[in-house]
Protein backbone atom coordinates (compact mmCIF):
# COMPACT_ATOMS: atom_id res chain seq x y z
CA UNK A 1 0.00 0.00 0.00
CA UNK A 2 1.07 3.77 -0.95
CA UNK A 3 -0.02 6.85 0.30
CA UNK A 4 0.45 10.65 -0.88
CA UNK A 5 -0.92 13.18 1.61
CA UNK A 6 -1.45 16.65 -0.02
CA UNK A 7 -3.16 20.02 0.98
CA UNK A 8 -1.09 21.13 4.50
CA UNK A 9 0.35 24.66 4.01
CA UNK A 10 0.62 27.98 5.79
CA UNK A 11 -2.59 29.36 7.42
CA UNK A 12 -3.32 31.89 9.95
CA UNK A 13 -4.19 31.02 13.37
CA UNK A 14 -8.29 30.20 13.26
CA UNK A 15 -8.19 29.51 9.99
CA UNK A 16 -8.97 25.64 8.12
CA UNK A 17 -7.36 23.41 6.11
CA UNK A 18 -8.02 20.47 4.37
CA UNK A 19 -5.47 17.18 4.54
CA UNK A 20 -6.18 14.54 1.78
CA UNK A 21 -4.87 10.97 1.73
CA UNK A 22 -4.53 9.52 -1.48
CA UNK A 23 -3.77 5.59 -0.56
CA UNK A 24 -3.04 3.16 -3.75
CA UNK A 25 -1.79 -0.62 -4.22
CA UNK A 26 -3.71 -3.57 -2.12
CA UNK A 27 -5.97 -1.25 -0.46
CA UNK A 28 -8.05 -3.75 0.30
CA UNK A 29 -6.13 -4.96 2.92
CA UNK A 30 -6.57 -1.80 4.73
CA UNK A 31 -8.39 -2.23 8.27
CA UNK A 32 -8.11 1.91 9.19
CA UNK A 33 -6.06 4.68 8.50
CA UNK A 34 -5.29 7.66 10.57
CA UNK A 35 -3.39 10.93 10.60
CA UNK A 36 -0.59 11.21 12.94
CA UNK A 37 1.64 14.41 13.34
CA UNK A 38 5.17 15.44 15.01
CA UNK A 39 6.23 18.97 15.56
CA UNK A 40 10.28 19.58 15.91
CA UNK A 41 11.62 18.60 19.39
CA UNK A 42 7.99 16.30 19.69
CA UNK A 43 7.22 12.59 19.28
CA UNK A 44 5.23 11.60 16.92
CA UNK A 45 1.09 11.83 17.70
CA UNK A 46 -1.99 10.11 16.94
CA UNK A 47 -4.24 13.26 15.66
CA UNK A 48 -7.28 10.58 14.44
CA UNK A 49 -8.03 7.82 13.60
CA UNK A 50 -10.94 6.05 11.07
CA UNK A 51 -11.83 2.18 10.94
CA UNK A 52 -12.68 1.78 6.69
CA UNK A 53 -15.40 -0.52 7.95
CA UNK A 54 -17.92 1.07 9.58
CA UNK A 55 -16.35 4.32 9.75
CA UNK A 56 -15.82 4.88 13.77
CA UNK A 57 -13.46 8.01 14.43
CA UNK A 58 -11.48 8.62 17.13
CA UNK A 59 -9.91 11.76 18.26
CA UNK A 60 -7.16 13.10 19.97
CA UNK A 61 -8.41 15.54 23.08
CA UNK A 62 -6.44 18.16 21.86
CA UNK A 63 -7.90 18.71 18.42
CA UNK A 64 -11.94 16.97 19.29
CA UNK A 65 -13.88 19.79 17.94
CA UNK A 66 -12.15 21.33 15.57
CA UNK A 67 -10.80 18.62 13.44
CA UNK A 68 -12.55 15.88 11.33
CA UNK A 69 -11.76 12.79 9.66
CA UNK A 70 -13.56 10.76 6.82
CA UNK A 71 -12.74 8.25 4.52
CA UNK A 72 -14.08 7.41 1.07
CA UNK A 73 -13.57 3.88 0.25
CA UNK A 74 -14.85 3.75 -3.35
CA UNK A 75 -11.92 6.48 -4.01
CA UNK A 76 -9.19 4.82 -1.45
CA UNK A 77 -9.49 8.29 -0.12
CA UNK A 78 -8.81 10.04 3.12
CA UNK A 79 -9.21 13.70 5.04
CA UNK A 80 -8.70 15.40 7.50
CA UNK A 81 -11.01 18.82 8.03
CA UNK A 82 -9.06 20.86 10.18
CA UNK A 83 -10.76 24.01 11.72
CA UNK A 84 -10.11 26.63 14.31
CA UNK A 85 -6.33 25.84 14.01
CA UNK A 86 -4.03 27.28 16.22
CA UNK A 87 -0.14 27.81 16.17
CA UNK A 88 -0.04 24.32 18.31
CA UNK A 89 -1.26 22.32 15.31
CA UNK A 90 1.74 23.14 13.31
CA UNK A 91 3.33 19.55 12.60
CA UNK A 92 4.01 17.41 9.83
CA UNK A 93 0.71 15.81 9.21
CA UNK A 94 1.47 12.25 8.04
CA UNK A 95 -1.08 9.69 6.63
CA UNK A 96 -1.21 6.19 8.29
CA UNK A 97 -2.59 2.73 7.25
CA UNK A 98 -3.18 -0.15 9.69
CA UNK A 99 -3.50 -3.64 6.99
CA UNK A 100 -5.28 -6.69 8.01
CA UNK A 101 -1.33 -8.46 7.79
CA UNK A 102 -0.56 -6.24 11.32
CA UNK A 103 1.83 -4.37 9.33
CA UNK A 104 1.52 -0.22 9.11
CA UNK A 105 2.12 1.98 5.83
CA UNK A 106 3.17 5.30 6.25
CA UNK A 107 3.03 8.74 3.81
CA UNK A 108 5.36 10.83 2.80
CA UNK A 109 3.70 14.03 5.10
CA UNK A 110 2.83 17.24 4.50
CA UNK A 111 4.04 20.09 6.59
CA UNK A 112 1.40 22.37 8.43
CA UNK A 113 2.53 25.71 9.11
CA UNK A 114 0.07 27.71 11.69
CA UNK A 115 0.85 31.66 11.76
CA UNK A 116 -0.63 33.75 15.33
Known amino acids: VQLVESGGGLVQAGGSLRLSCAAS????????MGWYRQAPGKQRELVAA????????VYADSVKGRFTISGDNANNMMYLQMNSLKPEDAAVYYC??????????WGQGTQVTVSS
Open 25 to 32: GSTFSINS
Open 96 to 105: DAWLATGADC
Open 50 to 57: ITRSIGNA
